[in-house]
């Protein structure tokens, strides 16, 4: 499909393609995803919850509608980069064929990409932190103070852009197996889905582990929503520490966080064998 010569039935294949891989992959994952944790086992869940309350359904609401936008414009960025790519107008390095480069090459451009990603996103995520950046485009995000899943996508038009592009630029310089690249498109929503759940799973240690520490946790960017401007980076906390930008009570709070869900998780299995014990007595009294 990526290699036919550019007629009409090239491009609706592509874009039927990019229809899919954007739109009808990211609701039903973010959807089920905040279906299964903030709806069907909510009590569940709650001990590992960021921030105690919850938003209002306007929010969520927007959020949805806003996704949609930055999904069009994901899907117009693709569309865009392969037409232009196919006329020769922009180079693109992506390859098709597996054997072209080595298994090893495949994993080290994922690594270089992964690397770029969270380049680009921590510097053009503090240029749109800017004053007049932060009111025309980025406020749109930060609209989730207490985001959920659904909040992944949520952004004004032109930072779906901005969140878009890197990848392109990425293509047009590296050679990258086409594989390689949806598995990074899918990689990069699931974390991104991730990090808005508004839980924390990850183990209390985290944050003073010396190697698990260059890892963000959800509670990172969850903090980011409800206190704007610190805590910029994506995957890897490396950014944000070189250039201080983290809160400074990032990890006071992450303690605060994974120590009331601890508790609360003993809590829940003390009750439970609680109740166990004295079913036991009925039982065998
Ligand atoms: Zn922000
Ligand atoms: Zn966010």
């Not at 995803?33 to 309350?53: A, G, M, N, T």
């Amino acid at each position: 499909m990526f290699t036919c010569d550019l007629d009409f039935n090239c491009f609706m294949g592509i874009l039927r393609f990019q229809f899919v891989m954007n739109i009808v992959r990211y609701f039903p994952i973010a959807g089920g995803v905040f279906f299964v944790i903030w709806i069907w086992k909510k009590e569940w869940f709650q001990p590992f919850r960021i921030q105690l309350s919850f938003p209002k359904n306007d929010k969520l609401i927007y959020e949805i509608k806003q996704s949609f936008t930055t999904l069009i414009v994901f899907t117009l960025v693709a569309m865009g980069n392969i037409v232009l790519a196919k006329l020769k107008i922009i180079p693109s390095k992506v390859y098709f064929d597996f054997d072209k480069f080595s298994i090893g090459y495949a994993i080290l451009s994922f690594g270089l990409l992964t690397i770029w990603h969270e380049t680009w996103f921590y510097w053009m995520h503090r240029l749109v932190h800017t004053k007049k950046l932060y009111h025309i485009i980025h406020s749109v995000h930060h609209r989730s103070v207490n985001p959920s899943p659904l909040a992944a996508y949520n952004f004004h038009f032109l930072e779906a852009f901005l969140e878009a592009i890197y990848l392109p630029l990425f293509i047009m310089f590296i050679p990258l197996n086409f594989n390689v690249l949806i598995f990074h498109t899918f990689y990069a929503m699931i974390l991104n889905i991730y990090f808005h759940t508004g839980y924390e799973f990850y183990p209390r240690s985290w944050v003073s582990n010396p190697i698990l520490k260059w890892i963000n946790p959800t509670t990172h960017h969850n903090l980011h929503h409800s206190k704007f401007h610190g805590n910029y980076s994506l995957y890897f906390n490396f950014w944000d520490r070189i250039m201080k930008t983290n809160f400074p009570n990032y990890e006071s709070y992450y303690e605060e966080v994974t120590s009331r869900r601890d508790k609360a998780l003993e809590d829940r299995k003390a009750k439970r064998n609680e109740k166990k014990s004295s079913n036991e007595i009925l039982v065998g009294g």
